[in-house]
């Protein structure tokens, strides 16, 4: 190496017994001599190195400085800003609109709960104020199949559920109470006629029911 270091302008020792003894250490005589050995000895002797061979010492954010440059940053930071900035518009938005719609909410909930206390009475008296007047169709039908010569005569007359009839009555004979449920099976908005009991022969006594259709409730 000599040629190529000279030529630079360096000059080239081997390091010896007498390099040590030029620093003013005296090494034991079987101590080894060798580069390392000068090398701390010139550190003990407060002498600096001409060159330094090492690399320099970079900490971990010099290593991020360097890898990325402060225009990189600014672009990523910018765009770190803008989602944020978009993010916290959004439920900023959100927020604002359940508050809205929680104002609104407690103005009308009296008024709603009023509305639902009046369907609540609606459907428990609806079937008293049925502008139908179910009831009287019911009765008008099972007129109208009864002969009007007075044969066979009803007693009493249940209506449940505004759907289900029951009929109790006496009957001239048994011909006379075919007829009639004959006229009751012909009439459309009735049927499902069924004679429940039959008594005795003249006058017999008789309990039918029968099934009122929708089309009855419309009429």
Known sequence: LRSRVEAQGFKLRQVGQSSAEELGV???PDAPISPAFALAARLL???SNGLEFLPPKVNPWQQFSARYSSRKLAWAGGAAAAVLLVV???FFYQHWQLSQLQSEWAQLSPKVNDLNDIQQQIRRFRPWFDNSMRNLSVLRRLTEAF???GTVTAKTIEIRE???VSCTGTARDNQALL?????LRAIKEI???KVDQIRGKSPLQFTFNFHWGEKGAQQ
């Open 45 to 47: 002797a407060g002498r």
């Open 26 to 28: 005296k090494p034991p």
């Open 147 to 149: 002969p009007e010569e």
């Open 191 to 193: 049927g499902d006629v």
């Open 88 to 90: 916290g518009g959004l």
């Open 179 to 183: 007829r009639t449920l004959d006229q």
């Open 162 to 164: 505004l759907a289900n």
